[in-house]
Structures are given as C-alpha cells and as structure tokens.
C-alpha cells in the first residue's frame, strides 16, 4: 500500500535539507521512507547527496582515525557509513604520498648511478668543453683531467670515442719515437729485457 502525505510533509522534507540535515536525519525526524525523501528533493532540484563542510569533513575524519566506531559518528554527524568512508578514502588519496619499496640492488644501481652523474658534472666544469667542443680541445682535455679521473669517464662525459684518444697518443708517442734516435734505442733496450 502506498502512503500518502501531505504537501505540508514534503515542504517539511526540503526545509529540512536546505537546513543541512542528512536524509538519514530527515527520515528520522519526518517518518518519510528515505526512497520518496530523495525523490522529493531530486524533484525540488535539490542534492540527494549532502555538502560537507571543509571543518565537518576535519571534524568528522579526526574522529573516524580516532577509532570512533562509525554509528557513533553516524549519530553525531548524521552521515552514513558509505559517506564516510567515501569521504576518507577522498581524502587519503589527496594526501597520498607515493612511496615504493625498492630493492637494495635497485638502491645500490641508483648510488652508482649518482656517482657517475657527479664526476660527469665535474668533468664537465674542469674541463670547460661540452659536447660540441671540437677533437682537439676535447683531447687537451683528457690529458689536463686524467691524473683526477679515468679516460674512460673522461671520454664518455665529453663524447669522445676512447679510440680515438688512444690513437691520437699513440701516433704522437710514434712520432716522437721515430724523431729521437736515443728513445728508439732505450725502448728496444726495454722491450728485449723484459720480453726474454
């Protein structure tokens, strides 16, 4: 059987929700069924759902994470126990921090890591030549930074193919080599000594 009410009943209703009163709180105080609640507001253009207040959210969350059991905070506030906990997963996901575990190899490759951007940046500023620099500077400036650091990180910071560098020593040694008859004969004199 369906219930009639009065007009009186349902301006009662609406009243009641633009005064902030839940609809749990309405059909309390009213005797109205929540179903025909929400119908009258949805008719009267009005939000089934309540607008909490930034301090009744406060209020409300403060009490839920002091381990009030949520009727206790449903008779206080008047909100239901899916609003809240809608409200504090809401609100925990604004707040949310992400945090990731990582392994201690993943903490070991991100320090190594660390470390060779460090030299990079320091290479980078003793050696006062980037990536565009030419062959030339590039090479004057392994040998200004190799007693500090390895030709290899040298070479990769600048962009220098190592072979490259050991090429360029190498037919420097050679002409040297080749120009000083006394340095020819003291290498022949090592090499023949120390290979047998």
Same mark, same amino acid.
């Given at each position: 059987?369906?219930?009639?009410?009065?007009?009186?009943?349902?301006?009662?209703?609406?009243?009641?929700?633009?005064?902030?009163?839940?609809?749990?709180?309405?059909?309390?105080?009213?005797?109205? $069924?929540?179903?025909?609640?929400?119908?009258?507001?949805?008719?009267?253009?009005?939000?089934?759902?309540?607008?909490?207040?930034?301090?009744?959210?406060?209020?409300?969350?403060?009490?839920?994470? &002091?381990?009030?059991?949520?009727?206790?905070?449903? &008779?206080?506030?008047?909100?239901?126990?899916?609003?809240?906990?809608?409200?504090?997963?809401?609100?925990?996901?604004?707040?949310?921090?992400?945090?990731?575990?990582?392994?201690?190899?993943?903490?070991?490759?991100?320090?190594?890591?660390?470390?060779?951007?460090?030299?990079?940046?320091?290479?980078?500023?003793?050696?006062?030549? $980037?990536?565009?620099?030419?062959?030339? &500077?590039?090479?004057?400036?392994?040998?200004?930074?190799?007693?500090?650091?390895?030709?290899?990180?040298?070479?990769?910071?600048?962009?220098?193919?190592? $072979?490259?560098?050991?090429?360029?020593?190498?037919?420097?040694?050679?002409?040297?080599? &080749?120009?000083?008859?006394?340095?020819?004969?003291?290498?022949?004199?090592?090499?023949?000594?120390?290979?047998?």
């Amino acid at each position: 059987m369906i219930k009639k009410y009065s007009e009186e009943k349902r301006l009662e209703v609406i009243n009641a929700r633009k005064d902030g009163a839940t609809i749990a709180q309405i059909t309390a105080q009213t005797g109205v $069924g929540q179903t025909t609640v929400k119908a009258w507001l949805k008719d009267a253009g009005l939000t089934t759902r309540r607008k909490w207040k930034a301090d009744e959210i406060q209020a409300i969350l403060k009490e839920y994470e &002091e381990c009030r059991s949520p009727k206790a905070i449903l &008779e206080k506030y008047g909100i239901s126990k899916s609003a809240l906990y809608r409200l504090h997963k809401k609100i925990q996901a604004e707040q949310r921090i992400v945090v990731k575990d990582y392994t201690a190899g993943q903490i070991a490759a991100m320090k190594r890591k660390l470390t060779t951007l460090e030299e990079e940046n320091q290479i980078f500023r003793r050696s006062g030549c $980037g990536t565009s620099a030419t062959i030339d &500077e590039k090479i004057s400036a392994v040998e200004e930074l190799r007693s500090d650091f390895s030709i290899h990180a040298i070479c990769r910071t600048l962009n220098l193919a190592k $072979g490259t560098y050991y090429n360029l020593v190498k037919h420097w040694v050679k002409t040297r080599y &080749e120009k000083n008859p006394a340095i020819k004969d003291w290498i022949e004199r090592v090499q023949k000594k120390w290979s047998g």
